[in-house]
Structure formats: C-alpha cells, structure tokens
C-alpha cells in the first residue's frame, strides 16, 4: 500500500494564532480537497482557494464532501470543523483541532471538580455578560432568572431599535423553516456562534462537556462561552439581519455576524475571557524557547513536574 509523503508538523510560531483568523467559513453543495496549503471548494461555479491556517473553523453544510488530505491539513493548521444542518442552524458533528497543553483542560477541571469552585465560575460568567448586575451571593436558581429577565429586554429592545415586530423566542429543531424570519435569524447567529466558541474551545485545548452554567450535554461549556456574546453581538446583527427582508434572512445573518466577529475582535476576547474566568497564567503551555518541542511531562509525588522520555528506575528524583 502506498502512503502520503510524511510532513513534519508545525509549530506553535509557525500556526496562526486563532484571534488573527476568519471566524468561520461556511460552505455548501461542493468537494473540499486541498492544494498546497490551502484547502480548495469545487462546485459548478469552479474552484475557490481558501488559506487553511487562517480559519478559525469550517462548517461544511448539506451535500459537501471532504477529501482526507483536506482534513489532515485543517488538523495541521489548528482548524476547527464542524458538519452541520442546512443554514448551518444544526450541529451534526465536529473535528479535533490542534492542541499542544493540557494546562488549560487542567484548570477548567479543576475548578469544575469543586462545587463552590463550580458556582464561583457561573457567576463570574453572569458577571462577564452582564458586567451592570451584581450576581456575588446569586443562587444558580437567582442567576437564572436573571439571564431569562435580561433576554427578555434584549429581545424588546432590539426589535424596538431595527423596528421587527417580535412576539417571542420560538426554535422548531426540525423544521428552521417554520419560525418567523426574526426567530430564524436568532437561531442562525446563535448556531454560528456556537461553531466559532467550539472552535476556540477545543484551540484551546478545553473539554466542550464540563460546562459551569450548561450541563449534562457534550458541549456545555462551547454553550457556556457561546452565550458571553448572545445580546451584544448575536442577536443585534440577527435583528439587522431581520430587518433587511424575508428572504435569505439566514445567509444574511452569518455574513453580518462574521463582519461583526472581525470588527470587534472577538476571537482574541473569547481566548482572554476563557483564560480570566478559569484564572490560568499560561505556565503549562508549550515552551516558547523551543517551538517545535512539546511540552510532555511525568505527574510525581506533591504535584510536582518530572520530564517525560526518562526512565527513572532506581533515581532519585525530589
């Protein structure tokens, strides 16, 4: 059996940092292969050529194939994928992307093993999206009637400000067709937002299932992080979206969301909030001397770090 050539993998200089990438890239009905170090789209219309390390995640919609070397590439460049429904409003499945530490993944467990720990992130998280509202001393059950009260007035305020008539929040999981254009325009921004805090997730190295506020789901903590940016970025650029027309209301809504990501920069806010509410200081994280080296150690005795490759039979090592 023949193989693919071996290509050495790069480096953490030698990746695009995540808050300099596309957020998303959504594509539909075409072939996705690879040439170079892009990755190509082929439909009827011809080929386009997208630069692989410069996007934060893939959402590959209805009728889209994907090659192998095209994901041995995206996997390469730290790329998130994510197969997703029509509209790109239903998550199917998502791709590994690139991880080099687990010092991240550690402290989100660790703060997420304690109960106390646990309910001092949710508010920490209610605090970040709703920095006018004090929730030290807020139950879960406080904290949730809070979000549910300040949705409420986002979604008048919103629909006062563009001028939609809004009734109330509907999602028909199967059927995106069936809710009206605003409703349809919130829940593709919220599937959109979803794909990019998962890519900045699992960039991260974070585990998507232990989530602070979300629980009980595979991807509670992408839910978590995706709601930071629900009523200032989400749901305005839905509402504008809505505002525009009936018709392709949720193409509509990804293009403004994505022009909105880019100007506020939020994927380099997203990695800074994650890494303040789980208070890391980046000590685990690949040795910037060394860019092509790894940073794999040994668990000893009183939490302390050994160097990994060694066999330590018969040594010392405290």
Same mark, same amino acid.
């Not at 009734?167 to 919130?186: C, I, L, T």
């Not at 970025?233 to 209301?249: N, W």
């Given at each position: 059996?023949?193989?693919?050539?071996?290509?050495?993998?790069?480096?953490?200089?030698?990746?695009?940092?995540?808050?300099?990438?596309?957020?998303?890239?959504?594509?539909?009905?075409?072939?996705?292969?690879?040439?170079?170090?892009?990755?190509?789209?082929?439909?009827?219309?011809?080929?386009?050529?997208?630069?692989?390390?410069?996007?934060?995640?893939?959402?590959?919609? %209805?009728?889209?194939?994907? &090659?192998?070397? =095209?994901?041995?590439?995206? /996997?390469?460049?730290? !790329?998130? @994928? +994510?197969?997703? #429904?029509?509209?790109?409003?239903?998550?199917?499945?998502?791709?590994?992307?690139?991880?080099?530490?687990?010092?991240?993944?550690?402290?989100?467990?660790?703060?997420?093993?304690?109960?106390?720990?646990?309910?001092?992130?949710?508010?920490?998280?209610?605090?970040?999206?709703?920095?006018?509202?004090?929730?030290?001393?807020?139950?879960?059950?406080?904290?949730?009637?809070?979000?549910?009260?300040?949705?409420?007035?986002?979604?008048?305020?919103?629909?006062?400000?563009?001028?939609?008539?809004?009734?109330?929040?509907?999602?028909?999981?199967?059927?995106?067709?069936?809710?009206?254009? %605003?409703?349809?325009?919130? &829940?593709?921004? =919220?599937?959109?937002?979803? /794909?990019?805090?998962? !890519?900045? @997730? +699992?960039?991260? #190295?974070?585990?998507?299932?232990?989530?602070?506020?979300?629980?009980?789901?595979?991807?509670?903590?992408?839910?978590?992080?995706?709601?930071?940016?629900?009523?200032?970025?989400?749901?305005?650029?839905?509402?504008?979206?809505?505002?525009?027309?009936?018709?392709?209301?949720?193409?509509?809504?990804?293009?403004?969301?994505?022009?909105?990501?880019?100007?506020?920069?939020?994927?380099?806010?997203?990695?800074?909030?994650?890494?303040?509410?789980?208070?890391?200081?980046?000590?685990?994280?690949?040795?910037?001397?060394?860019?092509?080296?790894?940073?794999?150690?040994?668990?000893?005795?009183?939490?302390?770090?050994?160097?990994?490759?060694?066999?330590?039979?018969?040594?010392?090592?405290?």
């Amino acid at each position: 059996m023949n193989t693919v050539a071996r290509r050495g993998a790069s480096s953490p200089r030698e990746l695009a940092r995540i808050g300099d990438r596309i957020s998303f890239v959504y594509l539909e009905r075409c072939t996705v292969h690879r040439d170079a170090n892009a990755i190509t789209a082929e439909d009827t219309d011809g080929v386009t050529h997208i630069p692989s390390a410069t996007i934060g995640t893939l959402l590959l919609g %209805p009728g889209t194939r994907i &090659t192998h070397q =095209a994901m041995a590439l995206l /996997g390469e460049c730290g !790329a998130g @994928v +994510a197969w997703v #429904g029509e509209h790109a409003v239903r998550y199917y499945a998502g791709g590994r992307a690139l991880t080099r530490s687990s010092g991240l993944v550690e402290a989100q467990a660790t703060a997420w093993a304690s109960r106390r720990t646990r309910l001092d992130v949710a508010r920490a998280m209610y605090r970040l999206r709703f920095p006018d509202e004090d929730p030290t001393g807020r139950t879960r059950q406080e904290l949730l009637s809070m979000e549910g009260r300040r949705l409420k007035e986002c979604y008048k305020r919103e629909a006062a400000r563009t001028g939609v008539p809004w009734r109330r929040r509907e999602y028909h999981r199967d059927d995106f067709s069936a809710g009206d254009p %605003p409703n349809q325009a919130v &829940t593709a921004a =919220a599937q959109c937002m979803y /794909g990019i805090a998962h !890519a900045v @997730v +699992a960039a991260l #190295g974070c585990s998507p299932g232990l989530g602070f506020v979300h629980s009980g789901h595979e991807r509670s903590f992408v839910l978590d992080v995706a709601d930071f940016y629900k009523t200032d970025i989400a749901i305005p650029a839905a509402f504008d979206a809505a505002a525009e027309g009936e018709a392709d209301v949720a193409a509509r809504t990804r293009r403004l969301l994505r022009d909105r990501i880019h100007q506020t920069g939020l994927l380099n806010r997203c990695v800074r909030d994650i890494k303040n509410l789980l208070g890391y200081d980046g000590t685990r994280d690949t040795d910037t001397t060394d860019p092509v080296r790894d940073r794999v150690t040994l668990q000893s005795d009183g939490d302390r770090q050994v160097e990994a490759g060694r066999n330590y039979g018969g040594e010392i090592i405290w």
